[in-house]
């Protein structure tokens, strides 16, 4: 067929097929492998994908006495597209889900004492393995992962506080360059919560709360932002309401497709969701849910859909979507959940790629 169809109209057609049958159309011919393997066509069919494919929202949960990863359609029906197959980890002891970005999934695993993390795409089977920087156990650390839209690049920050809350300089690792770095970035005169599991990646830049103590009385807040591209810090005020408010009280999330939220938890109390209608503006912080006290147990948040309702975990595993403009919730059904709570972890929204298709350092294939 490329002998007499031109190659950018042979780009036009191969960038609206799903990735599944991109990986088979490979063994077509030489031209085909080598446009599906190109960088730049990659990118293509990736900025193609999330601007017209329906996105899936990506859910940890327990089925069967084991946690697992699945795809779910980020639409009225809520349907199950599929459940993930993790990567064989060797002999590895154990692993923890560390985010997602652009169909990539980034994990940390132990082998014995031995630390690692794994970028991998579920969709094309494959994955690269690296280790993790030699950091001193008495560092508290958090990390944060991300695409740099400048050069192309996914890089993961680990950020560090040593004892009396001094930093670190941050560790970046960049995938394009396939090594770790320092990072001389100033730090910014607030703490964090290693424990903080929420990092949303908006604007190129990902996201934790931050704590400074305001004369050992109480704390001041921030959201404290690392810019992937710039290397560095910057800081976003929370709303007044919001401040001083203690270092387990609030979570961020990731709202829409181009700003931030914050859960404000208050067990003895009410839970409130603010969302940054503007990214960046101050001025655009709006309270869109208040959730009371109800029998000792809030319904737990997990996310946002697609279309701006708030996805929710119930008691023993349900779940639902709360459409904020009228207070309703819909009911979905997850077939096969065990009969917990908070069992139920949305990870973040996903699409299907091809990034790493064009790697091949310590590269794994996935059995399916």
């Known amino acids: ?26 063994s077509v011919c030489k031209t085909w492998n080598t446009i599906v393997c190109d960088p ?36 009225d029906g809520f349907e199950e597209f599929k459940q993930l197959q993790f990567p064989a980890f060797g002999c590895a002891s154990y692993s923890v889900l560390l985010g997602s970005c652009n169909g990539l999934i980034y994990l940390q695993f132990w082998m014995g004492d031995v630390s690692k993390f794994l970028l991998w795409n579920p969709s094309i089977q494959k994955c690269i393995s ?28 680990i950020i560090g506080l040593e004892k009396g809350d001094a930093w670190i300089k941050p560790f970046l690792f960049s995938l394009n360059e396939n090594c770790w770095k320092r990072v001389n970035a100033i730090p910014p005169d607030y703490t964090f919560d290693p424990g903080e599991i929420s990092v949303p990646f908006v604007n190129g830049a990902v ?40 270092p387990r009280d609030l979570s961020t999330m990731k709202y829409g497709e181009s700003s931030i939220a914050v859960l404000k938890r208050d067990p003895g109390n009410e839970h409130e969701l603010w969302v940054m209608k503007e990214y960046g503006v101050v001025g655009s912080w709006t309270k869109v849910l208040t959730l009371t006290l109800h029998s000792e ?33 819909e009911l979905h059904g997850v077939e096969g959940v065990e009969v917990m709570t908070n069992l139920i972890s949305l990870e973040g929204n996903y699409v299907e790629s091809l990034v790493l298709l064009d790697k091949a350092i310590d590269v794994h294939y996935v059995r399916l």
Not at 54 to 60: E, H, I, N, R
Not at 132 to 157: A, C, E, H, M, W
Not at 208 to 236: C, H, M, P
């Open 207 to 246: 996201h934790w709360i931050g704590y400074q103590k305001r004369n050992n009385v109480g704390f001041t807040n921030v959201i404290l932002g690392f810019d992937l591209s710039a290397e560095e810090f910057f800081e976003i005020s929370l709303p007044e309401s919001l401040i001083g408010l203690g």
């Open 40 to 75: 730049s066509f990659i990118s293509t069919h990736l900025h193609a994908s999330l601007s017209n494919n329906t996105p899936f929202l990506l859910l940890s949960y327990w089925r069967n006495g084991e946690e697992n990863l699945f795809l779910h359609y980020d639409n």
């Open 297 to 329: 147990w809030f319904p737990n948040i997990l996310g946002f859909t697609k279309n701006g309702e708030v996805l929710v975990q119930l008691d023993y595993g349900k779940l639902a979507s709360l459409d904020l403009n009228c207070q309703q919730m």
């Open 130 to 157: 690296f280790p993790r920087p030699i950091i001193s156990d008495d560092v508290q650390i958090n990390f944060g992962f991300g695409f740099d839209s400048i050069t192309n690049d996914y890089k993961l920050v």
């Open 1 to 26: 067929m490329s002998d007499y169809m031109p190659v950018g109209v042979i780009v036009e057609i191969l960038k609206r097929i799903p990735v599944k049958s991109l990986v088979r159309f490979r």
